[in-house]
């Protein structure tokens, strides 16, 4: 069973001027993302802006990345939605796409009970094989997934673990403590990782294992360092690292992501290109207040 830790890049999705996909900008961002050490590769996510993409444009972004990847690190594609039927297919075709595993949202919009939520993973897992990784963000589905909830679906024999975004400290405390380690002490894999760059040191502190980060999309190999200094247990290099970093953890989160971080990246060279509506460009007052952030991360900007 695949085990998850370290730094994992929340991809975007990079865009021509006109909106329509740049897929050999995305080539190059996949590449330049394992040149510079990133463990693993997100596509699909909240940052690829995948609620815009249409299933076509879906399919050949896995595709580059799974042939980029080449094996190398593991490809996560997102393919959640507030359609439990809907997730199954997305699921399905991202498998056979060669995904290596799948992240899965919480339905947002529906509010789903508990035990709703229980029925919507555990129907995925009975419909395809791909490992599961819960992404649990309270701040865009509307849900919050509670502990005892996350205890009974990481029961589900193919479910990783959590992408944890729900930016309560504690709970992700609680998951670690109540999920994870017996999780671990029964042999089965359970990684608890944060959904926020800013997070990643104390999470990791708590004994969490890494980060689907944002502002790797623009820095992979300092978030790499930042992730391996705290699972080495290393926490002086990894406050370093963390403090170094934190202006643009800061300013990648000034407007709705993915609308800093691709900014950013256009501003160092990157390939990403505009967002589709309804996101927009970053709002003229906070132009001065993202390139101080990155030249105080100590970013180059073209």
């Known amino acids: 069973m695949m085990e998850l830790r370290g730094a994992f890049t929340a991809l975007v999705t990079p865009m021509h001027t006109d909106g329509t996909v740049d897929y050999e900008g ?52 997102g393919v959640g ?3 439990t039927s809907h997730t199954i297919q997305n ?26 939520i229980i029925r919507h993973f555990t129907a995925i897992a009975d419909a395809t094989d791909a490992p599961i990784l819960i992404y649990n963000i309270a701040s865009r589905t509307g849900k919050n997934i509670d502990v005892p909830t996350m205890e009974k679906l990481s029961r589900i024999p193919t479910v990783i673990g959590v992408k944890e975004a729900s930016g309560d400290l504690a709970q992700m405390g609680d998951i670690i403590q109540s999920v994870a380690k017996p999780c671990r002490a029964q042999g089965k894999p359970f990684a608890v990782l944060s959904g926020d760059d800013a997070f990643t040191l104390a999470l990791c502190a708590l004994g969490g294992d890494g980060v689907v980060s944002v502002v790797s999309n623009l820095v992979p190999d300092r978030v790499s360092r930042l992730a391996e200094a705290c699972l080495a247990g290393d926490f002086a290099k990894a406050r370093e690292f963390h403090y170094s970093l934190l202006p643009l953890f800061k300013g990648a989160f000034i407007e709705t992501n993915p609308i800093p971080i691709k900014t950013a990246m256009g501003w160092a060279g990157l390939p990403a290109g505009p967002c589709r509506l309804p996101l927009c460009e970053l709002e003229a007052t906070n132009v001065p207040k993202l390139k101080a952030a990155l030249v ?3 970013i180059n900007m073209k």
């Open 26 to 77: 995305f080539r190059t961002l996949v590449r330049f993302q394992i040149e510079k050490g990133i463990h693993g590769l997100v596509p699909l996510g909240t940052t690829g802006e995948t609620p815009t993409l249409e299933r076509e444009e879906q399919d050949k972004l896995i595709e580059i990345a799974v042939q980029e990847a080449a094996g190398r690190v593991p490809v996560i594609v």
């Open 81 to 83: 939605s507030n359609s």
């Open 91 to 116: 699921a399905k075709r991202a498998r056979s796409l060669g995904a290596d595993a799948v992240l899965v949202v919480t339905p947002y919009y529906n509010k789903p009970t508990n035990e709703g």
């Open 296 to 298: 105080a991360a100590g």
